[in-house]
């Protein structure tokens, strides 16, 4: 098993667990077992934390560390480092929460395929979790479940991006860049906006956030699209757009003729 390992400069074990869910990793320590254990790290004495308890050895000529970036707003502690054995990385499986929304499987710098919840479906409709409200009238209605009323907007602001992108009539903005594809076939938008993207993307099936990701190297030049075009189901439109052209029909999906 190869798992990630935080280090947390501070002296007591509970305050390990604590500072990390300030600075805005509690998916290092929730929803499933963890084990911590006093030690020397990249920044003096503090607690290693980590989900396999015969990983919790630090030892810097054998791992990767990187101190995360303050992410949180106001955050004034300690921080932390994120690391991992050098000649085994984790991967997707590794780091797979326990209950994942269905999605694409994409391929990204690491060279795995990781699970992309599709927020969006192709034809406009909402795919993740919903609930049951009543109106006024006791008429019922779905809405989005709170914690994935971001993954959805996200996903339905991206999909306007990428249409706008592949009309040839609607010039790019002068902050965007090609990126991840070919312009005959590409997204224009900015490299950050496919990297927050894919954070968003991965955060809900795995125990990840944007110091994972980075460290992990998951984002790169080739495939920084990937991860968002498939939260807005847009490998499902390709496939629709080949099975077209095969049969001989012309295709009216967005940018089928790219």
């Known amino acids: 098993m190869s798992c990630l390992l935080y280090f947390v400069p501070v002296p007591q074990q509970g305050a390990a667990e604590a500072e990390l869910r300030a600075a805005g990793a509690a998916h290092a320590v929730d929803g499933g077992a963890n084990y911590a254990q006093e030690t020397a790290g990249p920044a003096g004495p503090g607690y290693l934390v980590g989900r396999d308890a015969a ?29 991992f054995d050098t000649a085994s990385p984790p991967g ?7 209950k994942q929304l269905d999605g694409h499987w994409v391929e990204l710098g ?8 599709v927020a969006r479906m192709r034809s406009g409709v909402a795919n993740v979790p919903r609930r049951v409200r009543l109106g006024a009238g006791g008429e019922k209605t779905l809405t989005i479940v709170p914690a994935y009323e971001a993954l959805w907007a996200e996903a339905c602001a991206f999909w ?8 040839p009539d609607v010039p790019a903005a002068g902050e965007f860049t090609w ?8 997204v224009a938008t900015r490299l950050d906006r496919c990297f927050d993207l894919t954070c968003t993307a991965l955060a809900v099936n795995y125990r990840v ?19 968002p075009l498939a939260l807005c189901d847009w490998p499902s ?3 629709l757009a080949k099975k077209a052209g095969a049969s001989g029909a ?7 003729g790219a």
């Open 55 to 83: 990983s919790l050895l630090y030892d810097p000529d054998r791992q990767t560390w990187e101190k995360a970036p303050v992410l949180v707003e106001g955050y004034a502690g300690p921080g932390y480092w994120v690391g």
């Open 92 to 98: 997707p499986a590794d780091l797979a929460r326990e």
């Open 110 to 117: 690491d060279r795995h395929r990781w699970l992309v919840p």
């Open 160 to 167: 306007g991006e990428w249409i706008a992108a592949l009309d």
């Open 179 to 186: 990126v991840g594809r070919s312009k005959a076939g590409a």
């Open 209 to 227: 956030g944007p110091p994972e990701i980075s460290l992990l190297g998951l984002v790169d030049s080739e495939n920084a699209a990937d991860a």
């Open 237 to 239: 439109v390709e496939a």
């Open 250 to 256: 012309e295709s009216t999906s967005p940018g089928a």
